[in-house]
Antibody
Framework: QVQLVQSGAEVKKPGASVKVSCKASGSTFSDYYIHWVRQAPGQGLEYMGVLYYNADTTSRTQKFHGRLTMTRDTSTNTVYMELSSLTSDDMAVYYC???????????WGQGTLVTVSS | QTVVTQEPSLTVSPGGTVTLTCTSNTGAVTSGNCPNWFQQKPGQPPRALIYCTSNKHSWTPARFSGSLLGGKAALTLSGVQPEDEAEYFCLLYFGGADWVFGRGTKLTVL
């Protein structure tokens, strides 16, 4: 059974960075795209960006240019999302989601709560 | 800025049929936007239901169906069950890394 398992909740100070991991079990990330999505408290889903796993290239929405870094570790079948220069507006649950080529989204991680507080 | 719009809320009776829609301010939604639909219940991650307009996952109940209707993406629930009460999000593709979520439809089964 495929599962995407994310790292635990984080508390960060304004201006700091956070790094969230997403590990695949029951499958590998090879041949997939891994997207990152966030959801602020009581709000909808916000698309952030994507890691094209095999090519090890990334793309992100304009809003997150310069702040969002997505990487992979093929030895552990894990992808990472790092968001820098955190503000209170970045407080949200962050999700990874897997996509087959061609827009076929299927599995999601359980989510990681990021709290930004001084 | 691309904005994707959904009905904020809908109410349906058990056993009834309801259609949720998803529109774009850039024009008609087409199969090229590869509409995906997700269901989210409180405290849970989203669950994929439909991909690229009308394709179901192995776990998607038969009562859910996706389509294009009059320039919109649509999700139809036929024979609604109490457990279908949830928030539903659509996701549209606009090229490159430009995926945009709708703001969600809160479906009440009453």
């Amino acid at each position: 059974q495929v599962q995407l398992v994310q790292s635990g909740a984080e508390v960060k100070k304004p201006g700091a960075s956070v790094k969230v991991s997403c590990k695949a079990s029951g499958s590998t990330f090879s041949d997939y795209y891994i997207h990152w999505v966030r959801q602020a408290p009581g709000q909808g889903l916000e698309y952030m960006g994507v890691l094209y796993y095999n090519a090890d290239t990334t793309s992100r929405t304009q809003k997150f240019h310069g702040r969002l870094t997505m990487t992979r570790d093929t030895s552990t079948n894990t992808v990472y999302m790092e968001l820098s220069s955190l503000t209170s507006d970045d407080m949200a649950v962050y999700y990874c989601a897997r996509e087959h080529h061609g827009g076929f989204f299927d599995y999601w991680g359980q989510g990681t709560l990021v709290t930004v507080s001084s | 800025q691309t904005v994707v719009t959904q009905e904020p809320s809908l109410t349906v009776s058990p056993g009834g049929t309801v259609t949720l829609t998803c529109t774009s301010n850039t024009g008609a939604v087409t199969s090229g936007n590869c509409p995906n639909w997700f269901q989210q219940k409180p405290g849970q991650p989203p669950r994929a239901l439909i991909y690229c307009t009308s394709n179901k996952h192995s776990w998607t109940p038969a009562r859910f169906s996706g389509s294009l209707l009059g320039g919109k993406a649509a999700l139809t629930l036929s024979g609604v069950q109490p457990e279908d009460e949830a928030e539903y999000f659509c996701l549209l593709y606009f090229g490159g890394a430009d995926w945009v979520f709708g703001r969600g439809t809160k479906l009440t089964v009453l």
